[in-house]
């Protein structure tokens, strides 16, 4: 149910790749799917960008998939709408503190590192944009999979 309203909410979009913008949300389903995170995160991942890319609303992913799945979808939106400038060690370790401060489901984190998995295997495509992406994935997102125990991501992400 989530990959065909994921499908429906992303069609005509396209990726910098030139791929259909689909082939993201699904990627960063299969990574979690792979880890083997519950349905609900397998879900969220299906729709995360959907809030943040698309016309639907929180509204909506609360009535078709229920609160949990709509309260990962909202904190992973908002981390994405984050932004981080400083580079310096210490704000990165505050930055990583609020990230799983303000989930106050352990799953939005997840969910969040599987999406940056998936942008980080594109990145080639990220143009201009590519290193400061790579930063910010060593400075915030590496530290935190460590953090939350998740290796495999860390290793992958450092890669």
Known sequence: KAYAYAAA???????????????HPLAVAEVLAELGFDAHSVAAGLLHDTVEDTKV????????????V???VDGVTKISMMTFDS???????????????????????IVKLADRVHNMRTLDFQGPQAQRIAQETMDIYVPLANRLGLHRLKLELEG
């Open 9 to 23: 909410a992303h069609a005509g979009q396209v990726r910098l790749s030139g791929e259909p913008y689909l082939s």
């Open 57 to 68: 609303t929180l509204e909506e992913v609360d009535a078709e998939f229920g609160e949990q």
């Open 70 to 72: 709509a309260d990962i």
């Open 87 to 109: 580079k310096e060690e210490q704000q990165a370790e505050n930055i990583r503190k609020m990230i799983l401060a303000m989930s106050h489901d352990i799953r939005v984190p």
